[in-house]
């Protein structure tokens, strides 16, 4: 009974907080001005796609963060004043234009204090410019496209960049599957496709691999037919197929092969981390394998401590957003309480010198470009779940 109604209420919070850039409206409050009953407020906006095709990121995200800010029963004493923390979620549905609607809205009109978000690349790319122009520090979950921290020193992010991942796959498949040629298929109107898919090219190559199709579609979103480009890829006779996709695209690639009879290897990267990959894709995705920020398997007493505590909270098994979005939070914590005021530039400073942090997914020192160094782990789709391979280290 008890449990029926906790889901009816979720349910209720999660379908306030869909649409554009929407928020949960009774959670308005102005930035830090002290409420009727005298105690101040900080507000934290959160984006990720709540809806759309890949809206599993949202909920592992919305999850993630309220489990961290749970923890600190949501509430965090700076300089001896006590704080209430009131997050804020907005729907960027895993598209550039919503997600500027969604940064401007938490920005302008939430006031927030900082930002947890968001998890595509082309979408963190679309609002990291805002938060940069805001001054608002902005910690990406999970965009591991470069060119996002370089929008400017306010923005950060809690996981390894493409450029680690890329490798890692392209050292996989030539020393450990060795398997030198390759076809590459990708979504070119999103950074961490296309780059993902640039960087294997270049270093399957340099390791003495050949790619021997390059077919780029344009936007997952808008392609639901792969078929033509599977044709061509599978008269190329590649040994393997590198698809740096998300778990939508990645599902219908390996349903289409199959049908094509094209049965080798599929490779990828973060983005096939979703339960709806073998939802979806049934048999067909079974060896699907991918590089990820983390495996529920890894023997550390954080990683089991966290999943121990989600599953009791969720009664799911998280996946590498929610750890991402809960370590964000945790980084985001820190920062504050070493900041020791509610200000954006010193939350900066604080994020800028954050050195050792421990979080589930690793250690934290961030790099020049405020990035993390950290491990990535191999993953591959076994019996419908995910089987841990290996952990790849910088
Ligand atoms: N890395 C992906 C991007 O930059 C997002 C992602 C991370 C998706 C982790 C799933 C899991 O777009």
Redesign the pocket.
Known sequence: MGYKYLLVISLFAFLLSCGTGRVDEKNHMPQQKPEKAGKAVITIGVVAPITGQ?AT?GKSTREGVILAFEQIENKITLDGKEYKINVVFADDQGSPEAAVSAYNKLITHDKVLAIIGT????C?LAGAPLAQKHKVPMIST????PKVTQTGDFIFRA?FI?PFQGKVMAKYAIENLKLKTAAVIFDNA?D?SKGLAEVFKKTYEELGGKVVSYQPFPGEDKTKDFSPLLTQIKSAKPELIFAPC?YQAAAQIAIQAKKLGLAVPILG???F??PKLVEVGQKDVEGLTFS??YSKDTPSTQVKQFVADYEKKFNSTP???AV?SYDASKILIDALKRAGKPDSEAIKKALTETKDLEVVSGKITFDAERNPIKSAAILQIKNGKQVYITTVNP
């Open positions: 890949t990121f998890v595509q690349s082309n963190s999970a965009s591991t496209n996981c493409d999103n961490y998300y990267g973060d983005g981390d979703s990820n920020h996946d590498a957003l991402l």
